[in-house]
């Protein structure tokens, strides 16, 4: 078993801040913001190719905003049309991603949850009070996710009044927190697209307004829908925000910035040039490990988050790097969630079986040829639910959001060791090619130089 990687089961240990093992994990692509939106309504985000993020954090949070915000204007536009609506029989399968908000999923995201921040309990005899759990999903969509989860979270709470459920993180997250503690939730799903906030807002009103008409319940429960760019700069965040959530949901969201490189890139990647560009900008500590976009993600999911809080990531991504990396988390666990346990398969991909022909001498024996057909079991599908445990000690915006990554990004040809005087272009004496070879020995070389150019 490789370093940093600890079996549990179902679950895994990815990463804690003592364990920095090397996993040798790809980033994987999911969706283009130069798409149309009729295209990608008809062509779901595939999560089965590798990438390379698009760099730039402007350039790449508008584009993406302005893409999901024409996409859900269009989809308000259409869902009223009678063709359309004849062809989306199933709205509620239409407005999910990944997986379906069965049952199961939710006692899984459930489980997940970290328990809440209890009030001091010095007084044991004072009169009962609430505790509240604040969940913030981003990235929601038209997703019906908080509202089911905020459903099944109540409708737990209610079903096990007296911790007498076995699961104790149920328990926790659900009943009454020790003799005098009640567990509020205060659900808050956001987007990026004010049109889709709006849908949502319309769509779950009246559940909403039912909480403000329940004033003899002990309990304070919230769904609201609100416009936010998780990717803007930390100090745009609103300021009522800021580390105040126990937990933060994302569904799809992390993976909608995980572009594939531009095809204008992978073109220049393979013609032959007179001099080695750098393709990124730096990020920190003159090295750049991730795009600004993912990093600035990164950076607000930390800053929205109170001390113990999580960030719960539900993809189809088993390997995810920025997260494995960034310092911002004290410990990352991997739970597997087999599709078909939970209720329901993958959306956006059909369950098919193969049927795998042998060899044989004699075509025209068609009874013996049906012998040697032999059908392939189902590919598994799977999705997969990051837990990240947030430390508290990191200072987004001033500490090294990825401290324990190895430079391998392209330098430029004037780059020059401040010990030795000598340039990257002098250093390979102006070989081309093999970028990340050199982009490894230039680094052992700034490490390891005594300021001569016989350590070259």
């Known amino acids: 078993m490789e370093e940093g990687l600890e079996e549990q089961g179902p679950h895994e240990v990815l990463r804690s801040t003592n364990r920095t093992g090397g996993l040798n994990w790809s980033t994987l692509d999911v969706f283009d913001p130069e798409d149309s939106v009729e295209e990608s309504r008809a062509n779901p985000p595939n999560f089965e190719y590798e990438s390379e ?49 069965t049952p199961a999923v939710l006692d899984t995201i459930l489980d997940a949850l970290p328990p809440p921040r209890s009030k001091s309990q010095s007084n044991q005899n004072s009169m009962p009070t609430t505790t509240v759990m604040r969940i913030l999903e981003i990235g929601c969509g038209t ?11 109540i409708w737990k709470r209610e079903h096990n009044p007296h911790n007498n459920n076995n699961n104790n993180r149920i328990d926790e997250a659900t009943n009454h927190h020790g003799s ?11 987007d990026v697209s004010g049109a889709c906030i709006q849908r949502n ?23 609201c829908y609100e416009t936010l760019d998780i990717v803007g700069n930390v100090s745009s965040l609103p300021q009522h925000m800021l580390a105040r959530y126990n937990c933060i949901l994302d569904k799809g969201c992390l993976d909608t910035f995980l572009y594939r490189a531009s095809s204008s890139e992978r073109k220049s990647r393979g013609n032959t040039t007179t001099t080695m560009t750098p393709r990124a900008t730096t990020t920190h500590s003159n090295h750049r490990a991730y795009p600004p976009v993912l990093l600035s993600l990164l950076d607000n999911v930390h800053s929205l988050l109170n001390e113990g809080g999580r960030y719960i990531i539900i993809t189809p991504r088993g390997k995810i790097k920025s997260v494995r990396d960034f310092a911002g988390f004290q410990h990352v666990q991997r739970i597997c969630i087999d599709a078909h346990q939970v209720g329901k398969g993958l959306l956006g991909h059909e369950t098919t079986t193969t049927t795998a022909t042998s060899n044989t001498q004699n075509d025209t024996n068609k009874k013996n040829d049906d012998k040697k057909k ?15 445990t947030v430390n508290s000690k990191y200072r987004p915006q001033k500490d090294d959001p990825f401290p324990n990554v190895v430079n391998t990004s392209l330098q430029s040809d004037t780059t020059t060791c401040p010990k030795c005087g000598i ?26 130089c005594k300021g001569s150019s016989e350590d070259q």
Request: proline share 2%; glycine share 2%; hydrophobic share 30%.
């Open 374 to 388: 032999m059908e392939m079991p189902q590919k598994k599908e799977v999705a997969y639910m990051h837990i990240c």
């Open 53 to 101: 993020p698009i760099i730039g954090l402007s350039e790449t949070a508008s584009r993406t905003t302005q893409f999901w915000e024409r996409y859900y204007t269009v989809e308000e536009e259409t869902a009223s049309s009678s063709s359309f609506a004849s062809q989306q029989k199933d709205s509620s399968s239409k407005e999910e991603w990944i997986l379906q908000d």
């Open 143 to 153: 997703s019906r996710l908080s509202r089911s989860l905020l459903e099944h979270l």
């Open 423 to 448: 340039t990257f272009h002098a250093y390979r004496n102006g070989e081309l090619g093999k970028e990340t070879y050199w982009s490894r020995r230039w680094n052992g070389h700034m490490t390891h």
């Open 180 to 190: 005098n503690q009640f567990v509020s939730y205060d659900m808050t799903a956001t």
């Open 201 to 223: 807002t319309q769509r779950d009103l009246t559940y909403m307004d039912s909480f403000l008409s329940d004033q003899e319940s002990p309990h304070r429960d919230k769904l």
